[in-house]
């Protein structure tokens, strides 16, 4: 190991000139990169004697680490290159060459450092197997002298020129394994009720849930009102979700759902479910009130439980399905999507809804049927609209007093120009 001497420091350093200040550091770096070397014969000759034998401990890389008072991951690289740089011995006594041996003699010199050192040894592993030792050892000695001046950019240029001198036909092209896309989603109900919904999406899904929400998440066209929709980019994304769920369930193929819409288990007394007081059991998850259990059991599958005064539950009825598949085949010939006025969504993003609620006596005929998407079939449940069968068999809305005050019966015609 060649001795080394630390450089003379000026004893005013902001005197010296900008040449000494540059020979400095020039003196510096050299000693940090001669110093490192040596450094290196040290911890390969510890590895070649057997670290646990001498301290006591597992690795090379975990004696140096509390040696120096670095974390292990700074330790490692330290050790790892010192053993590519040096010869070492395995257990039996023979010599281990080093990998780069011409790049150690020009570290010794300290006319390189680490990050050139990392480069070329990384360099090293995309050499074919089939290399020949003398063509190895001829690019090795290549990149090493070329580090003595070089930066990692000529270093780059020059691995693809060896490669392609060792390699031309370069390695044999190989399908790539196709990795199982990432996707995340967490779903968990809040205290107040509402649900919260997080998610990780790979790219092409995520791409693909975009185009479908955004398609359902379009603006309202203006109605004959003049009402605009005032409803939030968030807001109609929402609305969208919802659409997509209910295209979703309604799905003959879906599991556990059949094409029914929802299944209510309705666990509050028939006369305020009547009354649209009191609250309903929606699949055990949680509460939902009368009025939107009225709303739901419209288009679903329902489970009627009588309960007692108590709360205790006395009867459970049969399933019994309220639309059956050729009513509904009907009402998308006949109404050709929602029949509210000036409303364009088509049948698939309608519910079946019945004019006089079955709840109230009424029928499950086409004559008490009319098909609404879920906006307009909220506003009918909610609001003062109205819907009425005129005497031909076709629905008509009644508006508001506050929108019409003669309440002038309305249709929609956009389905059938």
Request: charged content about 25%.
């Amino acid at each position: 190991m060649s001795e080394t001497f630390l450089p003379e420091l000026p004893q005013e350093l902001w005197r010296a000139g900008k040449l000494e200040l540059a020979h400095g550091v020039q003196q510096f770096l050299q000693m940090i990169r001669t110093a490192t070397a040596g450094l290196g014969q040290f911890l390969a000759e510890i590895e070649s004697r057997g670290v646990k034998d001498l301290y006591g401990y597992g690795s090379t890389a975990n004696w140096f680490a509390d040696m120096a008072g670095l974390s292990l991951g700074e330790a490692r690289p330290v050790v790892n290159r010192a053993i590519a740089l040096n010869p070492t011995r395995a257990l039996d006594g023979t010599e281990v060459p080093a990998v780069a041996p011409a790049t150690a003699a020009v570290a010794a010199e300290g006319m390189v450092g680490n990050e050139r050192i990392d480069q070329i040894l990384e360099i090293l592993t995309k050499i074919p197997a089939e290399t020949s030792a003398e063509d190895r050892t001829s690019a090795e000695k290549i990149l090493a002298d070329l580090a003595r001046d070089a930066g990692p950019r000529q270093l780059a240029e020059a691995e693809q020129n060896l490669l392609a001198w060792l390699d031309p036909d370069g390695n044999e092209p190989k399908e790539p394994e196709p990795k199982e896309p990432r996707r995340e989603l967490t779903l968990e109900r809040r205290k107040d009720g509402f649900w919260r919904l997080t998610g990780l999406l790979d790219d092409e899904t995520g791409a693909r849930t975009a185009a479908a929400l955004e398609a359902h998440a379009q603006p309202r066209p203006v109605d004959e009102f003049g009402q605009a929709d005032l409803r939030m980019k968030c807001e109609r994304l929402g609305d969208a979700w919802t659409e997509l769920l209910d295209l979703a369930i309604a799905c003959p193929d879906q599991p556990g759902t059949s094409g029914y819409r929802t299944l209510v288990h309705v666990t509050i007394g028939l006369e305020e479910l009547k009354s649209g007081l009191g609250t309903a059991c929606l699949d055990f998850v949680g509460t939902m009130t009368a009025r939107e259990a009225r709303l739901a059991a419209c288009d679903c599958l329902m489970l009627p439980v009588v309960m007692s005064a108590a709360g205790e539950p006395l009867d459970v009825g049969r399933l019994r399905r309220f639309v059956t598949p050729g009513q509904r085949r009907a009402l998308n010939i006949r109404d050709g999507g929602c029949a509210f006025p000036g409303c364009h969504r088509k049948p698939k993003h309608c519910h079946a809804h019945h004019i006089e609620h079955w709840i109230d006596g009424g029928p499950t005929d086409l004559r008490n049927l009319v098909l609404l998407c879920g906006f307009h079939h909220r506003l009918i449940h909610h609001g003062d609209w109205q819907v009425r069968m005129a005497t031909d068999g076709l629905p008509e809305f009644i508006p508001p007093q506050y929108r019409d005050p003669l309440r002038k019966p309305r249709r929609n015609t956009l389905h059938h120009i």
